[in-house]
């Protein structure tokens, strides 16, 4: 036990009357072979989400195949841990297998049997670790950047109400769990009034959604502090709760300018847009630093409206950005380098916290 006066050790202890803070987690960390990144996750994360290991495709990769080992350990860490344990994610376009919506000919599947998959599927896993997992990404992106609806085959084949089924399933599978909405550039003002549109036409039909995950993959200058801030407010308005799901700055330059974090966006590699092969030059430390402070003092001063803060991943090594939207690149987007080590960021996050 540290007295009260010694500054925070860890993440979870800075903000703990705050909100949760956590990291997305791969099979190596949660099957214990990434040891060290595991002791760091006890150390600093009151939260944890898989990264990958309950998406359809990793828990449910064939029609009669469940494939629960991964998952279950993950839970179980949770448990161990006493974490608060995120489920991600139960309805998706990225993914999720072909299979899923097609029959034994190759052809798209009727409605009917589509929502019986779904139903099938959430049930069979939500239900697993009905009162374990603590929080239900439900659906997962489905709004274009500019509000509208995805053409996703779950829009295709079953029309707007697959949202409400999702949802109405969701909570059958597990009512006490807290079920979200979540997607990328939630900041932006046409998704932001997307999302809203969405909570909103689930609410009037009496579907309770409990929050809106906002991913928060962000770049050293974009989005604006303003329109997290707006987007924050608008969910809040709601009357759910906010989360940032999927927090990481990436450093990197890019061809296309992007935002956001659609995984199907990729561009073949070129060295020139992986600049830091040997390390990150300082003035970039920097700017990460001061980027990750301003974004953390934004949280802050919201925590009364968020619930929980969570970095998609541990360290460097383990980061997505390595290998998205381009393969092979030595990316800087964590609080943790590459040696399990606080960079400057992650003192910084500490202090937007003492503020
Ligand atoms: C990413 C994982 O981090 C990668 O390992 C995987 O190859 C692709 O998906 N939005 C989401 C996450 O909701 O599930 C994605 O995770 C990143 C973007």
Not at 223 to 247: C, H, R, T
Not at 291 to 305: N, V
Not at 329 to 336: G, I, V
Request: a negative charge; aromatic letters at 12%; hydrophobic letters at 35%.
């Amino acid at each position: 036990m540290q007295a009260a006066t010694e500054a925070p050790v860890s993440l979870k202890q800075a903000f703990k009357d705050d909100f949760y803070v956590g990291a997305a987690l791969n099979g190596r960390q949660v099957s214990g072979n990434d040891a060290k990144a595991l002791n760091l996750i006890q150390e600093q994360f009151n939260t944890i989400s898989p990264e990958n290991l309950l998406k359809w495709e990793s828990v449910h990769p064939q029609p009669d195949v469940y494939n629960f080992e991964p998952a279950d350990n993950y839970v179980t860490l949770g448990e161990q841990e006493d974490m608060f344990i995120v489920g991600h994610t139960l309805v998706w376009h990225n993914q999720t297998p072909k299979w899923v919506f097609e029959d034994e000919q190759g052809k798209p599947v009727s409605k009917e049997v589509l929502l019986k998959r779904m139903e099938d599927h959430i049930n069979t896993v939500a239900g697993r670790y009905k009162g374990k997992i603590d929080s239900w990404d439900v659906v997962n992106e489905a709004l274009n950047d500019d509000g509208t609806l995805r053409q996703s085959k779950w829009l295709q084949i079953i029309g707007e109400e697959y949202l409400q089924k999702a949802f109405e399933f969701a909570r059958q599978a597990d009512p006490e769990a807290e079920l979200y909405y979540n997607d990328y550039n939630l900041w932006k003002p046409e998704k932001r009034a997307g999302a809203v549109r969405l909570v909103r036409s689930l609410q009037e039909k009496g579907i309770k959604v409990d929050g809106v995950g906002m991913q928060g993959h962000y770049g050293l200058e974009s989005p604006s502090l303003e329109d997290i801030e707006a987007s924050i407010k608008a969910f809040s308005d709601l009357g759910v709760k906010v989360s940032f799901s999927e927090v990481d700055i990436d450093v990197l330059p890019n061809p296309s300018g992007r935002a956001g974090a659609d995984i199907d966006a990729t561009f073949d590699f070129d060295e020139k847009y992986n600049v830091y092969t040997t390390g990150l030059p300082d003035s970039v430390q920097q700017q990460l630093t001061a980027r990750y402070a301003e974004l953390f003092d934004l949280f802050k001063k919201h925590s009364d409206k968020i619930d929980r803060v969570t970095f998609w991943g541990v360290t460097d090594n383990d980061s997505w950005l390595n290998n998205w939207p381009i393969k092979g690149r030595t990316s800087y987007p964590m609080l943790f380098d590459r040696e399990y080590q606080p960079k400057p960021a992650y003192e910084a996050v500490l202090k937007a916290a003492a503020k």
